[in-house]
């Protein structure tokens, strides 16, 4: 430190100080990188999120759940439709519980024959047949995914990375 | 008389030289190596069965305990989503004694987060959370230490929850992270995080297994060192303040020792704590050891026998294997989480965020709110505190059934079928309800009392309450799809799923 100038000695001290602080802070940050970055995957392997179910003759009149990608396809006489059967609410699966008898609804201001509900058994969540939640702690109607046919060997195909709104249908 | 034991061959191996006196041994508990964290003389108070329940001992037994079968677990555990199931099922009918390690493991599992729970109750009834007069003593920093070692507790829990990957398994950790995905804007990436996906699958078992058998008893035990090493630094248990204050109203007496012991040995020269008058004084204590010893020991002893006999029989259940595609019914996370999966209930965001962050913070901000010095290491402090701990209880006991029975009766959806904005449900819930009136006992009780302490003791009494009430409800009163069933109904049939 300079005897006149101690006010600049003590700043480049400060200075410094400052900069190996920086250094190593920034060097920490930066060596802890690739470490935290290797926690989130870029490849899954799960299962496919667009896949076929088979041709839609496969399927007679009404629901059917379909097990292993936890949805369910409709089918009222040509046209089709696939509703996700996770429960928007903490993910559980939604089971489908028919009516004794159909019963008219209206819903959205559409009045339909309904045939069951979904309900969940996690939280006592209940959906319309046509996704609608209008009981239990469900935030959300239950995702409506997009159905196409295959160009190729005429199946249906579910794209679950594509959710459509509750009016979406396919007739084949 | 000497309560020393003959030293014998053993003794040599931990002991460098014999102690004559009692009094000797109380100062050679410094130079024994097993020992030398304790201090070398310990007051009566503090050793009370009355006083402090020695909860954290047993915590810490039980946490040993869990390290000890869970190292043997390990030699019988393979962490992969096809084999995991089946290691298990060996354990219970192929491995020698395989049943009884999981049992032990599973019941230490469930007293550990037990016995935690109920130190901090103590801790905070005895309000043993104040800083007190001694030098350098910082309990409200020690009760924040203990809030991080309940939530590593719960989430070491919690993490060992999945290992098992069965159904029971399974659905509890995909329930308790899609509670981690209600938290606004970020809550998606933070299961995913959580998940190591989108899903529960291989990603998510390595990583709760690597958690659990290594992480979070890693910063759990060096954090645990930090409680017990500040519970010396804060000058012992809270109870000795009340020490600590008769000696000072004391006539000071012949000048100070000119000694003092550190961790290291004698150090000469005075320091500042032999000179202050709240010093404790040496006819309220006894050695360490022998007196304290021993009673770590029955503690110990005591709290091993408990879980190996509870361990015969209280059977650790295994349910079918994991299978996403079916969800059973009713899905619960485990028993600790149940109050919260009750709230969850109502709402996602209120019961499964806002009210346990707010618990959270409320729990760690406690000593910095209530700052009062008062009757600090007795129970519920003075009268007043009995009475408002009782004005608590009840509080706590009307609005928790008051706001279940809401929850029952009147599900918010079919009382407004016409509203459909979720945030109104999510802000017009029994959870809110119940979070409102917690407020309100505690600005009511504070207006009243204008005590911090008091308040914190009416409030604290309620959140017991209702913590207790919602965790049974949760567990015992819910039953498939969640409804409610009184204990003495019997659930519907279920049809078993293919």
């Known amino acids: ?172 | 008389m000497s309560l020393l034991p003959k030293q014998g061959a053993l003794g040599r191996l931990f002991w460098s030289w014999r102690p004559q006196s009692d009094r000797e041994a109380g100062e050679a508990v410094v130079a024994n190596f097993l020992l030398h964290w304790f201090p070398s003389r310990v007051t009566l108070k503090s050793l009370s069965l009355k006083y402090s329940i020695y909860l954290g001992t047993i915590s810490l037994v039980l946490f040993c305990i869990l390290t000890v079968s869970g190292v043997f677990l390990m030699f019988l555990y393979v962490p992969s989503v096809e084999r995991a199931y089946w290691w298990i099922k060996d354990l219970d009918y192929a491995v020698s004694f395989g049943w009884y390690l999981r049992r032990v493991h599973r019941i230490g599992a469930h007293l550990m987060v037990a016995a935690v729970f109920l130190h901090m109750f103590r801790v905070f009834l005895t309000g043993a959370y104040k800083r007190g007069s001694a030098a350098g003593s910082n309990r409200p920093f020690n009760w924040v230490l203990g809030v991080l070692l309940l939530v590593l507790t719960l989430f070491l829990s919690f993490t060992g929850y999945l290992l098992p990957w069965d159904q029971l398994a399974f659905w509890a950790i995909t329930v308790g992270t899609n509670i981690a995905a209600s938290v606004p804007w970020i809550g998606d990436e933070i299961r995913q995080f959580l998940l190591g996906g989108n899903e529960v699958g291989q990603n998510t078992l390595i990583r709760f297994y690597v958690l659990h058998v290594f992480f979070l008893p890693l910063v759990l035990t060096a954090i645990a060192i930090w409680h017990m090493w500040r519970i010396r630094k804060d000058g012992g248990l809270a109870i000795v303040e009340q020490l600590r204050i008769r000696n000072r109203e004391r006539a000071p007496e012949a000048p100070a020792k000119t000694k003092t012991w550190s961790v290291l040995g004698i150090a000469s020269g005075t320091s500042v704590t032999v000179l202050d008058p709240g010093t404790v004084h040496e006819t309220d204590s006894v050695p360490s050891s022998p007196f304290l010893t021993t009673r770590l020991l029955a503690v110990t002893v005591a709290t091993l026998v408990v879980v190996m006999l509870l361990a015969l029989v209280v059977p650790a259940p295994l349910e079918e294997a994991a299978n996403p595609e079916v969800t059973p019914n009713p899905a619960k996370a485990p028993w600790y989480f149940l109050g919260l999966q009750e709230l969850v209930g109502y709402s996602a965001l209120v019961g499964g965020v806002l009210i346990p962050g707010i618990v959270l913070l409320g729990l760690a901000l406690i000593p910095y709110l209530d700052r009062e010095q008062a009757g600090i290491g007795l129970w519920l402090t003075d009268k007043s505190g009995r009475r408002w701990a009782v004005i608590g209880t009840v509080w706590g006991l009307l609005w928790t059934v008051g706001s279940l029975a809401i929850g029952i009766k009147f599900p918010m959806r079919e009382a407004f079928p016409s509203i459909e904005s979720q945030l109104f449900f999510d802000m017009v819930s029994p959870a809110t309800l119940l979070l409102l009136s917690f407020v309100v006992l505690y600005f009511v009780s504070l207006k009243v009392t204008s005590s911090s302490r008091t308040a914190a003791i009416a409030t604290f009494c309620a959140f017991i309450v209702a913590f207790v009430l919602l965790t049974w409800t949760g567990t015992m009163l819910r039953g498939p799809n969640w409804q409610f069933f009184w204990p003495w109904e019997a659930w519907p049939r279920q049809p078993i799923p293919f």
Not at chain 1, 6 to 21: A, N
Not at chain 1, 24 to 50: C, K, M, Q, T
Not at chain 1, 77 to 84: E, L, N, R, T, V
Not at chain 1, 113 to 127: K, L, N, Q, W, Y
């Open chain 1, 1 to 172: 430190m300079s005897g006149d100038k101690p006010v600049e000695g003590e700043s480049r001290r400060g200075f410094i100080t400052k900069l190996t602080g920086w250094v190593l802070g920034i060097g920490f940050v930066a060596g802890s990188w690739p470490f935290i970055r290797s926690l989130f995957p870029n490849v899954l392997y799960e299962p496919p999120r667009r896949f076929k179910i088979g041709t839609p003759d496969a399927f007679q009149e009404g629901v059917h759940f379909l097990q292993d990608h936890r949805m369910f396809l409709f089918r009222d006489g040509s046209s089709f439709h696939a509703i996700s059967g996770v429960c928007t609410h903490l993910g559980c699966t939604v089971k489908y519980s028919p009516f004794k008898q159909d019963q008219e609804l209206t819903v959205r201001k559409l009045t339909y024959e309904s045939a069951g509900e979904f309900h969940c058994a996690c939280h006592g969540s209940r959906f319309r047949d046509e996704g609608t939640n209008f009981s239990g702690p469900a935030p959300r109607p239950l995702n409506w995914y997009q159905l196409e046919l295959s160009p190729e060997d005429g199946q249906l195909v579910v794209n679950m990375s594509e959710e459509v709104d509750r009016d979406f249908r396919l007739v084949v």
